[in-house]
């Protein structure tokens, strides 16, 4: 007859994979989609297998959650494809002690592979039922960032400036506010163009008092909303 000792044992070695069965989904994602695509930073690489995408994506899409693609969201929005997302977190060399602003919250998985790197991370989203749903899928495990509902072309001031601004919705241009909220030395990665047309994704590079710009990759992004 087995003892009590042995029963625990076996309970606590089978309790991580039942709490996460994705895990190696995750890992699967971050070898085949991310690594072979050029992505190195291994920060960058430790989130995207950390965070659990599943929870980010509704009930309905968890099936799909780890595939090669955007996933809808509602509200016309979407979840960007895990490449995209880690592509960009790379581009801005994140670092421990950074404050980043986030444009357009959506999910909240941007904001939470952000939060598993950097210090403090602020995030817009001006969908009302959006903002809320992502911060309760944030409040859980994801203690330094916060939430705000509002435009985010105009960032976010208050906390200013950024060490980095990751804008994931298309403008038709960069927003001033924007630059003017980035440290010096900062960089803001963001898709440019018309939803009807080839997006660029931009790295913005502020010097003192200008900015330069850099053209990186084509990619297709929701508009980034403006209030009326």
């Not at 625990?8 to 069965?21: E, N, R, S, T």
Request: glycine residues 6%; charged residues 25%.
């Amino acid at each position: 007859m087995w003892s009590p000792a042995y029963y625990i044992g076996i309970f606590l070695f089978v309790m991580p994979w039942q709490q996460d069965q994705y895990t190696a989904k995750r890992e699967k994602m971050v070898k085949q989609q991310i690594e072979r695509r050029g992505v190195k930073d291994p920060v960058v690489l430790k989130a995207m297998r950390t965070v659990k995408r599943h929870e980010f994506v509704p009930a309905g899409q968890i099936g799909n959650a780890y595939d090669d693609r955007p996933l809808p969201i509602g509200y016309g929005q979407t979840i960007s494809q895990p490449y995209i997302v880690a592509y960009m977190t790379e581009i801005i060399k994140p670092q421990s002690n950074f404050k980043v602003l986030e444009i357009g919250t959506g999910s909240g998985y941007q904001a939470a592979i952000l939060s598993a790197i950097v210090k403090e991370v602020y995030t817009i989203e001006i969908i009302p039922e959006l903002g809320k749903s992502a911060t309760e899928k944030l409040r859980k495990d994801c203690k330094n960032v916060q939430v705000k509902t509002s435009d985010g072309y105009n960032g976010w001031q208050e906390h200013a400036p950024y060490d980095a601004i990751v804008v994931t919705a298309a403008a038709e241009h960069v927003p001033p506010p924007l630059i003017r909220q980035l440290k010096d030395g900062g960089k803001m990665v963001i898709p440019v163009g018309s939803s009807f047309m080839t997006q660029m994704l931009i790295l913005v590079e502020k010097k003192k008092d200008s900015a330069t710009t850099k053209n990186l990759i084509p990619v297709a992004f929701v508009p980034l909303t403006r209030r009326k």
